[in-house]
T-cell receptor, first 114, second 114 residues
Framework: DVKVTQSSRYLVKRTGEKVFLECVQDMDHENMFWYRQDPGLGLRLIYFSYDVKMKEKGDIPEGYSVSREKKERFSLILESASTNQTSMYLC?????????????FGEGSWLTVV | AQSVTQLGSHVSVSEGALVLLRCNYSSSVPPYLFWYVQYPNQGLQLLLKYTSAATLVKGINGFEAEFKKSETSFHLTKPSAHMSDAAEYFCAVSSTDSWGKFQFGAGTQVVVTP
């Protein structure tokens, strides 16, 4: 089975702090994604990466950056956390190359910014 | 651009009754469509997907969905609800490019009453 692991399930950070959310997948997938989930808005794509050191902006990249130094690891960075970034963050991965490839999700990281 | 619309943010069903969750899509090319389920405090799990083979797709846990091109719909059904079906359900469509991005609906929360 594909496993996508998000190292931190629950975090509480202060406004202005730099926050790192880490994600690791064990299936050699080329694609990795960071989504944000908010009630009534579904999942919104923040960034995705289709290869090591490659990244593309999603629908809501403002206030976020990402890092992919190794194929299996994709990090989301909040340079200066703000209260409107309180949310559930979901990491995901998939094989590259076909539109119908399934996206596999981690269990999510709940971030509260106070 | 691809998009999906889920009708109804909350659905309440009695145990043993039919579960029907509605999803309509918009796509400029033949779509690849997915249903995911999210149990409380967990990530998303694939229920089923349509990738242009059979129009009636069977998934896990007794769920199925029918692709209807004429109605641009991909509704999810289960003949008899179980208490364990209480969760949030997301419809998604794969983007037109090969990068593997999805557009998700806003989600439907299912409550199952005894």
């Amino acid at each position: 089975d594909v496993k996508v692991t998000q190292s931190s399930r629950y975090l509480v950070k202060r406004t202005g702090e730099k926050v790192f959310l880490e994600c690791v997948q064990d299936m050699d997938h080329e694609n990795m994604f960071w989504y944000r989930q908010d009630p009534g808005l579904g999942l919104r794509l923040i960034y995705f990466s289709y290869d090591v050191k490659m990244k593309e902006k999603g629908d809501i990249p403002e206030g976020y950056s990402v890092s992919r130094e190794k194929k299996e690891r994709f990090s989301l960075i909040l340079e200066s956390a703000s209260t409107n970034q309180t949310s559930m963050y979901l990491c995901a991965s998939s094989l590259r190359g076909r539109r119908g490839n399934t996206i596999y999700f981690g269990e999510g990281s709940w971030l509260t910014v106070v | 651009a691809q998009s999906v619309t889920q009708l109804g943010s909350h659905v309440s069903v009695s145990e043993g009754a039919l579960v029907l969750l509605r999803c309509n899509y918009s796509s400029s090319v033949p779509p690849y469509l997915f249903w995911y389920v999210q149990y409380p405090n967990q990530g998303l799990q694939l229920l089923l997907k349509y990738t242009s083979a059979a129009t009636l797709v069977k998934g896990i846990n007794g769920f199925e969905a029918e692709f209807k091109k004429s109605e641009t719909s991909f509704h999810l059904t289960k003949p008899s609800a179980h208490m364990s079906d209480a969760a949030e359900y997301f419809c998604a469509v794969s983007s037109t490019d090969s990068w593997g991005k999805f557009q998700f609906g806003a989600g439907t929360q299912v409550v199952v009453t005894p």
